[in-house]
């Protein structure tokens, strides 16, 4: 007859306290257990909502990115480069430039990889009294498409104004009565009309055009220039402010004045639409922490209380154990037991209260987490599934499970100690004397 | 068999002093069957046990088979108390969860003792409990309780026998059948010292010694 016997057998025949304790310890395991379930289903179906969050947005940037790249590429969006110098306020007031930069930049902005420009037009313009019909004026000289080597030019924007010829505005041709083909003396050079305009309602209506040659020829101005009007350009970016950049990266002394367009309200569309999916993610990602906190305090505090309150339990089921055997302690003793054979006997009682119950409490730690985890999620009884609970961090589980089926007997044990230390200790004659069936 | 010299016992509860034991002599020799009587309280389960090996007087000396116990280590003690000794009680004490053959198998697990499930089977048949081996002390009558308890003593083949009122809990004829095994042990070359105040005892034994307030006040050779 050996201990373990002994121990199946006392076992057998007080069924429900041994049934209790292990209960016990079960639910104490599984509150730990399912607690950990729960914050790694929480912590996976975060993910997951972050993940289709993050999924969904990258669609509705990508729709929107094709978006405004077919804006940008039809309908583009156009910039006028200005000589640094150039008082912005004057320039807005005047629409039209005072200050000179270099001819050759035109050529450099057209090599550059920068952006896509359809059409670049240098221009040199002064405003001026014309001496030959006493009017203020408006000159430009002009240049018309400057080849982009890196796009072949298609048809030019704007029609370049031959040499020897001008284009004169409305309100000019009007009150001057001038007729295309006819001849007009500007500073005292012969121009043949090339084309008299409609009416535009702005300053084109007193503004001459003349080839960009003869106007820094006229105005002392050669290989100068006052803007280069870049139209429709197109770049990858959508974004005015990087171009800005990079421009006057190119051409030094040199600013960057955008002209609105459609394109580049899409691509602020963009832009906000792109902001409020991050912010709308990062609130999503605020609330799941805050929830898992709120969760987290919760598991702690119950966890807590279930396993002080288990503790209690199974120490006083071991303690009322031990007591009411204190007499089988002294036959035992009388029969010639060793008093460590009776302290095993009841420890290995306590430890297999232990493994039964910590194997116990892991199934349903898992069990309850999984489906209290449905519950608490509360989208119509979806839960985590044990696979995609163990998917990934298997090795931390088997590291959780093998520690409590450590613990728990260690920890019954030590809950069954100290009486059952007492007990063995205490004189078998006493127990003798008073105590038997 | 066994040898006690001068053994004392006093125990202190509440301040209150009881001398249960005040000197007390006693040998008991193989083959002899040694009763001690006396009124109740005067000490005869505190010399039972002092003698046993299972508690230690306050003075005294105690001899198993040319060994003292309470000079030996715990482990060696249990030896000493497996393989000489065999203990009966008024109260049987049979472990509850166990049936009748393991209440006698039981003392297997005693230190250097050997499992024999043959042993245990003939003391069953021996007294009269064959038919019971499966059944739980809570089935059984107070005499075949004692009985299984007598099994139990024997079951090491000890030199010596100590029983507390193994009669106390029986009726005449059941008194009877217990105290005839133990005078056949005693018979067969075995010590047995019984404590009791049932008179019956003494008519199976070949010694009685009388205790009074923890002193041995007469002693008489039946
Ligand atoms: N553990 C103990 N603590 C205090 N006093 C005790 C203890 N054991 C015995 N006594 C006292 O010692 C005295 C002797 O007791 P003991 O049990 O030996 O008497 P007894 O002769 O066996 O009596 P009974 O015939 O009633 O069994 C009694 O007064 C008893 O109260
Ligand atoms: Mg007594």
Redesign the interface.
């Given at each position: 007859?050996?201990?373990r016997?002994?121990v199946f057998?006392?076992i057998?025949?007080?069924k429900v306290n041994f049934a209790l304790s292990v209960v016990c310890v079960a639910v104490a395991v599984a509150s730990v257990v399912g607690a950990m379930v729960v914050l790694k289903g929480h912590d996976v179906r975060t993910g997951e909502i972050l993940a289709a969050k993050g999924a969904e947005t990258e669609k509705q940037m990508k729709a929107l990115d094709g978006d405004v790249a077919r804006s940008m590429l039809k309908l583009g969006f156009n910039v006028v480069v200005l000589p640094k110098d150039q008082n912005l306020g004057d320039w807005y007031a005047d629409d039209f430039g005072a200050k000179y930069m270099p001819e050759e930049y035109v050529e450099r902005l057209a090599n550059s990889k920068i952006m896509t420009v359809r059409h670049l037009l240098p221009s040199l313009q002064q405003k001026l009294v014309w001496p030959e019909t006493k009017r203020t004026i408006i000159l430009i000289g002009t240049r018309g498409e400057v080849p982009n080597i890196h796009k072949s030019a298609k048809k030019p924007l704007i029609e370049p104004v031959a040499w020897g010829t001008i284009v004169v505005g409305y309100e000019l041709h009007q009150s001057l009565e001038l007729k295309a083909d006819e001849t007009v003396t500007l500073l005292g050079r012969e121009f043949t009309i090339a084309k008299c305009h409609g009416e535009r309602g702005n300053k084109d209506d007193i503004t001459l055009w003349i080839h960009l040659g003869q106007a820094q020829e006229m105005l002392d101005k050669e290989g100068k220039i006052s803007a280069i009007l870049a139209l429709e350009c197109a770049c990858a970016w959508a974004d005015i402010a990087k171009v800005r950049q990079e421009i006057c990266g190119l051409l030094p002394e040199t600013q960057v004045v955008e002209k609105g367009s459609q394109a580049i309200a899409r691509a602020e569309t963009r832009k906000r639409v792109a902001e409020e999916a991050t912010a709308a993610m990062e609130r999503e990602k605020q609330f799941r922490g805050n929830l898992k906190r709120g969760r987290e305090n919760f598991a702690s505090v119950l966890v807590c209380v279930v396993i002080a309150a288990c503790a209690f339990i199974v120490g006083a089921l071991a303690y009322g154990n031990v007591r009411s055997r204190r007499?089988?302690v002294?036959?035992?003793?009388?029969?010639?037991?060793?008093?460590k054979?009776i302290l095993g006997l009841f420890l290995s009682k306590a430890a297999l209260t232990g493994v039964l119950g910590g194997l116990g409490g892991i199934v349903i730690g898992i069990a309850s987490g999984v489906a209290g985890f449905g519950y608490l999620e509360g989208n119509g009884g979806e839960t985590i599934g044990v696979s995609e609970l163990f998917a990934g961090s298997y090795e931390s589980w088997m590291i959780l499970f093998v520690s409590i089926i450590v613990i728990t007997p260690v920890f019954s044990a030590v809950a069954s100690w100290i009486p059952s230390v007492a007990a063995v200790r205490q004189?078998?004659?006493d127990i003798?004397?008073t105590?038997?069936? | 068999m066994l040898e006690v010299t001068n053994i004392s016992k006093r125990f202190v509860k509440d301040g209150i002093i009881i001398h249960a034991l005040c000197g007390v002599d006693i040998t008991v020799g193989s083959g002899e069957f040694v009763v001690v009587s006396g009124a109740s309280g005067s000490g005869k389960?505190?010399l039972l046990?002092g003698a046993?090996g299972?508690?230690?007087p306050d003075g005294g000396e105690v001899v198993i088979d040319g060994q003292r116990p309470y000079e030996l280590a715990?482990?060696a003690r249990?030896?000493?108390?497996?393989?000489k000794?065999g203990?009966v009680?008024?109260?049987?004490?049979?472990?509850?969860?166990?049936n009748v053959i393991?209440n006698v198998?039981?003392?297997?697990?005693?230190?250097?003792?050997r499992?024999r499930r043959g042993r245990g089977e003939e003391l069953i048949g021996k007294f009269g409990l064959s038919e019971r081996v499966k059944h739980y002390?809570a089935q059984l009558s107070t005499g075949e309780k004692q009985r299984v308890a007598l099994a139990?003593a024997l079951y090491?083949e000890p030199k010596l026998i100590l029983a507390d009122e193994p009669t106390g809990n029986l009726d005449d004829e059941n008194s009877r059948i217990v105290l005839g095994y133990l005078s056949e042990f005693a018979e067969n070359g075995g010590a047995v010292l019984v404590v009791s105040h049932d008179s019956k005892v003494s008519e199976f034994a070949g010694r009685c010694i009388e205790l009074e307030c923890g002193k041995i006040v007469g002693e008489k050779v039946v």
């Open positions: 007859m050996n201990i016997r002994l057998k006392e057998a025949y007080r007499w089988e002294g036959v035992l003793r009388s029969m010639g037991y060793r008093s054979q004189d078998p004659a003798l004397c105590e038997g069936v | 389960t505190t046990l046993s299972l508690m230690r715990d482990n249990s030896g000493l108390l497996a393989s000794t203990f009680f008024q109260q049987f004490h049979l472990i509850p969860y166990l393991d198998l039981v003392r297997s697990g005693a230190a250097g003792s499992f002390p139990r090491n």
